[in-house]
């Protein structure tokens, strides 16, 4: 891989270019690009590299596929690049074929029983998603989320966070952080200064956080602070509304809150990364242009996903000219992403470090000890009957990638006389009426965008129709464990439920075999 330039050999616009980091598809054909309206096609792509933007963020395709992308990418790049992607739950969340994890509360879940093997899975996570990430040419894991989830109905967070208490939340950070620096990759924590209490979704609208400094303090700030001391690369802004700090400005665009607060408070002095600037709190009110100039003054070094990227660094670079913004300023953060770039490693990706059976091993402990059961396993199937139903509750069928015929959700009930039906948040309840003894599986968890009540609700309606008839033969949550208390009181105790806080077929699997003792 080339070597960086000396900095003031770059333009003006070169040196802003290195500050945007754009979205694309993982995917390798134009043809193949599944959200057009922020991913580019190749020739934009290529040309955005070219005049010298310092990042892409990645999502879609295979692990095999990434390790061509990453390379064509750093060809087509004028500097070289970092490659980001958010991969909280492990490489194979974004990317199929490499490991995937189950979200981060199941370490909170194995810590309130066991601490030390929470701490020594998150540390074995961090290390794994490094290791795979660099393998595939991924050089900056957007992990981890240190929010603290102390909002049950929080559609955004939820499952990603750690846990719901500053204590444990920050030590697993921690361990997650120490794992991942076995491996020249960049980490971050993010969205600062916690996002954890929130019931709105900021890809749509701007919430509001309205805590004191105190409650700050005690609760959103210390697993930041953990971070740091772990030695955390990036800390991600949240596009929240904190009255306490800033009445005005969402922390994204707010000098008292990245400057003040995260620099000059906490001693930051890694990179500053924004959350997507694509994101309805931001992109709804201040646009592409201004919200990049914004972001700059209050103190990011890197802009993440701004709508119109070329227009966001012409609209830096006017800042700069009239004097809005001091050129030692666009400098300073440049040092920071040169330094950060001068970190990691670009080597030639592999594929023979992903997937690897010792990894697997850890998914399968991590599913086994997170496991909750509720009432009396294995259940007797009576395959002579004739009258079993598999009903399968997703959020979106076309868009559901840990379900298909082979899914163990789906093959291990087939196998034993089980006939499935799947449903989503287009269904109707009252179109499934019947009256055979039925396992329902509930794939819900928080879902940014659009929160999941929908589907919920949905849920809901089946879970009492088949309490109604006599017909349910056992509950069975994978996702939020918020979720589960909702049907845990109209539950008779004589009925099993079985909870996951994975969704993956690995997760599938482990409750199947708990439920049917396989």
């Known amino acids: 891989m080339r ?42 792509l290529q040309y955005w590299l070219e005049i010298g933007v310092g990042g892409v963020i990645l999502l879609g395709g295979s692990a095999g596929e990434m390790t061509l992308r990453s390379q064509q990418l750093q060809n087509w790049a004028k500097f070289p690049l970092l490659i980001a992607a958010d991969i909280e739950e492990g490489v194979g969340q974004r990317f199929s074929g490499a490991t995937e994890f189950p979200p981060p509360m199941a370490l909170s879940a194995i810590a309130q029983r066991d601490l030390n093997a929470a701490i020594q899975y998150a540390s074995q996570m ?53 794992g991942a620096k076995k491996y020249p990759v960049l980490t971050a924590a993010k969205h600062f200064p916690g996002h954890g209490d929130t019931a709105t979704d900021s890809h749509l609208e701007l919430p509001v956080v309205p805590h004191s400094p105190e409650r700050l303090a005690k609760i959103e700030l210390p697993p930041f602070q953990a971070a740091i001391a772990a030695g955390v690369d990036a800390v991600m802004s949240a596009h929240l509304l904190i009255p306490a700090w800033d009445s005005e400005y969402p922390a994204t665009l707010s000098p008292k809150i990245l400057t003040q607060q995260l620099r000059k408070q906490l001693g930051f002095d890694g990179l500053v990364v924004t959350d997507a ?15 990049a100039v914004l972001a700059v003054e209050a103190g990011a070094d890197i802009l993440l996903m701004p709508p119109e990227p070329e227009a966001a660094i012409q609209a830096v670079c006017h800042a700069v000219e009239s004097d809005r913004i001091s050129l030692d300023r666009i400098r300073t953060s440049v040092e920071r992403i040169w330094q950060a770039k001068q970190q990691v490693e670009y080597p030639m990706p592999t594929l023979q470090e992903l997937a690897q059976p010792a990894a697997f091993g850890i998914v399968n402990n991590i599913l086994q000890a997170a496991q909750v059961i509720y009432g009396s396993v294995p259940i007797n199937v009576d395959v002579t009957s004739g009258a079993l139903r598999n009903l399968v509750v997703v959020d979106n069928l076309l868009n559901c990638t840990f379900l298909s015929e082979i899914s163990p959700a789906i093959a291990i009930p087939k196998q034993l006389g089980y006939i499935t039906e799947l449903i989503d948040c287009h269904t109707s309840a009252t179109a499934f009426e019947s009256n055979q003894a039925t396992l329902l599986q509930l794939f819900i968890r928080g879902n940014p965008f659009r929160g999941s009540a929908g589907l919920t609700q949905l849920a809901q309606d089946l879970f009492k129709r088949l309490l109604q008839s006599d017909n349910l033969q056992a509950l069975i949550v994978y996702g939020s464990p918020y979720v589960v208390q909702e049907f845990l009181p109209a539950l008779p105790k004589t009925t099993p439920c079985l909870f996951s806080y994975g969704q993956i077929p690995a997760a599938q699997l482990t409750i199947m075999n708990t439920l049917f003792n396989l």
């Open 126 to 178: 961090g290390a794994v998603t490094a290791q795979e990430a660099l393998a595939i040419g991924i050089n900056w894991v957007l992990a981890p989320v240190v929010d603290v989830n102390n909002n049950p109905a929080n559609p955004v967070i939820n499952v990603r966070a750690f846990g719901e208490t500053p204590e444990i939340v920050s030590q697993l950070t921690t361990a997650f952080i120490q």
């Open 277 to 291: 600037l694509v994101m309805g709190a931001i992109a709804n009110r201040y646009g592409s242009e201004e919200a």
């Open 3 to 44: 070597s960086l330039p000396d900095i003031n050999s770059l333009s003006l616009a070169e040196q802003v270019a290195q500050m945007i980091v754009v979205r694309a598809s993982g995917y390798l054909f134009d043809h193949q690009i599944q959200y057009p309206q922020w991913e580019p096609p190749a020739a934009k």
